[in-house]
């Protein structure tokens, strides 16, 4: 089945900092990598997602790169502010027959932004 | 529109005991996903319902099992606890669509502790 390594496991940036998360994928037949933001004793929630007919995304400060052919997709936040300091898990999904809700997680990535 | 609830919010149980956690999806959606989050493991896919019918399964043991009934809510049930189903149990719903795999919004979670 499908198995998603994220790196790194934790990354700590000055306020104003890039910071950059990647995961790697294993099933070719992935189509849809989404990212979720969960801060501390909140639910998770999608901040960028992209599909495999697309190689970048772009929402504000938040950008996603998708390179199928080498199975990995990254995560780019530019400017970071303080309110970023959360754990980012990204995720994969096989296109099941019948199934829309089975996303296969990475371990997370705990994000500090120091001011 | 009212977010996914999740009940209860926090809970205790001895092992060898059984619980039975509750989602509410959010009006209109179909189809409800169970997550079990660990420190250690992240999200891991428990299962997925879409018209009272399990679509799809995660690699978890037969003592837990879930349900959905006919207004979209959702039950799962572990049976025979033991201590390493210490875990916050995430519901996420979303609304099914011919385009696949789309955005999961998550509950609070419940926080089981069996000791």
């Known amino acids: 089945g499908e198995n998603v390594e994220q790196h790194p496991s934790t990354l700590s940036v000055q306020e104003g900092d890039s910071a950059v998360i990647k995961c790697t994928y294993s099933d070719s037949a992935s189509n849809y990598f989404p990212w979720y933001k969960q801060e501390l004793g909140k639910r998770p929630q999608l901040i960028i997602d992209?599909?495999?007919?697309?190689g970048e995304k772009k929402d504000q400060r938040i950008a996603v790169t998708l390179n199928k052919t080498a199975k990995h997709f990254s995560l780019h936040i530019t400017e970071t502010q303080p309110e970023d300091s959360a754990v980012y898990f990204c995720?994969?999904?096989?296109?099941?027959?019948?199934?829309?809700?089975?996303?296969?997680f990475g371990k997370g990535t705990k994000l500090s932004v120091k001011p | 529109k009212a977010g996914v609830t999740q009940t209860p919010r926090y809970l205790i149980k001895t092992r060898g005991q059984q619980v039975t956690l509750s989602c509410s999806p959010i009006s209109g959606h179909r189809s409800v996903s169970w997550y079990q989050q660990t420190p250690g493991q992240g999200l891991q896919f428990l299962f997925e319902y879409f018209s009272e019918t399990q679509r799809n399964k995660g690699n978890f043991p037969g003592r837990f099992s879930g349900r959905q009934f006919s207004n979209s809510r959702s039950e799962m049930n572990v049976s025979t606890l033991e201590l390493g189903d210490s875990a916050l149990y995430l519901c996420a719903s979303s609304p099914w669509t011919s385009g696949g795999t789309g955005e999961l919004f998550f509950g609070e979670g419940s926080r089981l502790t069996v000791l």
């Open positions: 992209i599909r495999s007919n697309v």
């Open positions: 995720a994969a999904s096989h296109p099941l027959s019948g199934s829309q809700g089975n996303l296969i």
